[in-house]
T-cell receptor, first 114, second 111 residues
Framework: KAGVTQTPRYLIKTRGQQVTLSCSPI?????VSWYQQTPGQGLQFLFE???????NKGNFPGRFSGRQFSNSRSEMNVSTLELGDSALYLC?????????????FGPGTRLLVL | SQKIEQNSEALNIQEGKTATLTCNYT??????LQWYRQDPGRGPVFLLL?????KEKRKERLKVTFDTTLKQSLFHITASQPADSATYLC??????????FGIGTKLQVIP
């Protein structure tokens, strides 16, 4: 089975721009979660989607949004980028929703905001 | 406030020895705790899950303990090898169907 894929792997943007990141989960997985990872804060939960519905949301401003398509692929959007948004963005898929489910992470998208 | 603390300093250990990593938490009552491994430039990989009613769990050279009284989990790698060098993250069920991760401990196994 192919693993979780994320595109693009690297991205450079300037302040004020917006960005869209993509995540394709493992085939058959219906839950996709997004995380932001920075050296100082570690992995921080952004949101989880299951069957095209947002199930959960972390403590991030409204500039961070996401969606999930009927094929379980998910996108994450950040508008009006700030320098502090520079981070590794990871998505993780699991077969169903629920915290006991093992999450399988993708390689991440490294975003640099200048 | 709620906190998850892992040894933020890197842990250096000689090959063949047992590495012990610590995960402490405050103001959480997790039903379970997980450990992940993360290599540079890659996403975390799930290793083990231990539930609140389990004191210990083993998988090959890995052992995890979970003490809900001390609010602590210990992660052991026995007979450590240079290939075990990575960052290890603990994660716990923080309620409301959410998982919260610690910042991770970088382990370096020296040949």
């Amino acid at each position: 089975k192919a693993g979780v894929t994320q595109t693009p792997r690297y991205l450079i943007k300037t302040r004020g721009q917006q960005v869209t990141l993509s995540c394709s989960p493992i085939s058959g997985h219906r839950s996709v979660s997004w995380y932001q990872q920075t050296p100082g804060q570690g992995l921080q939960f952004l949101f989880e989607y299951f069957s095209e519905t947002q199930r959960n949301k972390g403590n991030f401003p409204g500039r961070f949004s996401g969606r999930q398509f009927s094929n379980s692929r998910s996108e994450m959007n950040v508008s009006t980028l700030e320098l502090g948004d520079s981070a590794l963005y990871l998505c993780a898929s699991s077969s169903t929703s629920g915290t006991l489910e093992t999450q399988y992470f993708g390689p991440g998208t490294r975003l640099l905001v200048l | 406030s709620q906190k998850i603390e892992q040894n933020s300093e890197a842990l250096n250990i000689q090959e063949g020895k047992t590495a012990t990593l610590t995960c402490n938490y405050t103001n959480y009552s997790p039903a379970y705790l997980q450990w992940y491994r993360q290599d540079p430039g890659r996403g975390p990989v799930f290793l083990l899950l231990i539930r609140e009613n389990e004191k210990e769990k083993r998988k090959e050279r890995l052992k995890v303990t979970f003490d809900t009284t001390l609010k602590q989990s210990l992660f052991h790698i026995t007979a450590s090898q240079p290939a075990d060098s990575a960052t290890y993250l603990c994660a716990l069920d923080s309620g409301y169907q959410k998982v919260t991760f610690g910042i991770g401990t970088k382990l370096q196994v020296i040949p």
